[in-house]
């Protein structure tokens, strides 16, 4: 994906927080957060309640967020990061955001204990981050090309679909794809094979992992760039993030292209992936960024960003307000059944990680 935020909306902002810091006339929040992913008046409502004019520049690439935060950047009072980042960076112990005033977080009792709890596997006791918005890696797929063929018998709720070779070989004329990212799919693969996803053993890697990815290889393509070549058809079906398969949904109908898409989570279970709200560690405006924090927590507030990007989030207060149709859909509400099953992927040190690279060149060399 491209940066897509706006020069003028980019300088403009700038001017604003200077204009704001040299007259301290205003009260500004410069938000740093992904493309089209808070409600269209979230920002507005927080102005009408706080005073608070939020400059708000969008990404598209999480590789932007990244740096900004590792070069301790204090252009921004709050970000948008993901979960995973966070992990590495604290195993690291290279702490790029500040330390959460739990005090301030009068909000925060509005969020799912299980979730909170489940999250803190990565950011201990939640001292650094609140959870935004999460999902899931699993499959997309195009509803009518699946079910054809597969003669209206397609298994669309299990990694059957897409890690039994013999289920391949009847969708390899219509597109196969892995997401391009290694030390997310190989997990699954264990997972599936009924090993633990989080092993950091690299024999379990090399004599189950590369052993069965090499018999899927042959009819996958590995890409990131899923949204829009699922919307024009060129995939059929995907492994890959909840996201990025909600998103080729949208692309298909806005541009009428006829392919519906839809997603599943395998009921054998998978990784799911949170974004995170981080205040980095030299924000110019913490105060600000902390009433922003609270505003995000209330129910409704964040009710009408998951009604608006269709993103679960943990704020358990706010599911009244949700709209029945994403709520009751449990591949983006999963059962408590399903719930179980979801895990967090550990941080994989640097040497298990080339090994995960290897396995995965070797694959797509194939």
């Not at 969008?58 to 990244?66: Q, R």
């Not at 398969?245 to 279970?269: F, H, K």
């Not at 507030?301 to 149709?325: G, K, L, Q």
Request: glycine share 6%; net charge negative.
């Amino acid at each position: 994906m491209r940066l897509r935020t706006k020069a003028l909306s980019v300088m403009l902002g700038s001017l604003m927080a200077v204009a704001a810091h040299s007259e301290g006339a205003e009260r500004v929040l410069n938000f740093y957060n992904w493309s089209d992913y808070v409600a269209e008046d979230t920002l507005e409502k927080f102005t009408e309640q706080t005073g608070i004019t939020v400059n708000l520049v969008e990404f598209d690439e999480e590789e932007e967020v990244n740096t900004l935060l590792d070069d301790g950047s204090s252009e921004y009072d709050l970000v948008v990061t993901s979960l995973d980042y966070m992990a590495q960076r604290l195993l690291m112990q290279k702490t790029v955001f500040q330390n959460l005033n739990q005090a301030k977080l009068v909000n925060k009792g509005n969020l799912d204990a299980e979730a909170m709890a489940f999250v803190a596997q990565k950011d201990p006791f939640n001292n650094y981050g609140v959870p935004y918005l999460w999902g899931t890696v699993g499959i997309g797929y195009d509803v009518d090309a699946v079910e054809k063929a597969f003669n209206g018998n397609a298994p669309t709720n299990s990694w059957d679909l897409l890690l039994d070779p013999r289920n391949l070989k009847k969708l390899q004329h219509c597109g196969v794809a892995f997401v391009d990212t290694p030390n997310e799919v190989l997990p699954i693969i264990i997972n599936y094979l009924g090993g633990d996803p989080n092993t950091m053993d690299k024999d379990i890697y090399y004599g189950m992992a590369q052993k069965h990815l090499k018999k899927l290889a042959p009819y996958v393509t590995f890409t990131s760039d899923i949204s829009e070549a699922m919307s024009e058809g060129e995939f059929c079906a995907v492994l890959g993030w909840s996201g990025d398969v909600l998103y080729g949904a949208d692309l298909a109908e806005e541009n009428e292209t006829g392919i519906e898409l839809a997603y599943s989570i395998p009921r054998e279970g998978t990784s799911a992936w949170y974004d995170m709200l981080v205040i980095p560690k030299h924000a110019q405006n913490v105060d600000e960024a902390y009433e922003f924090l609270n505003f995000l927590m209330q129910p409704e507030i964040i009710a009408d960003v998951t009604n608006y990007v269709w993103y679960p989030n943990v704020n358990s207060a706010s599911n009244e307000f949700v709209d029945e149709e994403i709520l009751g859909d449990e591949n983006i509400y999963p059962t408590p059944a399903i719930q179980r099953k979801l895990y967090l992927l550990s941080v994989a040190p640097k040497r298990l990680a080339k090994h995960q690279q290897t396995i995965w060149d070797n694959a797509r060399a194939q």
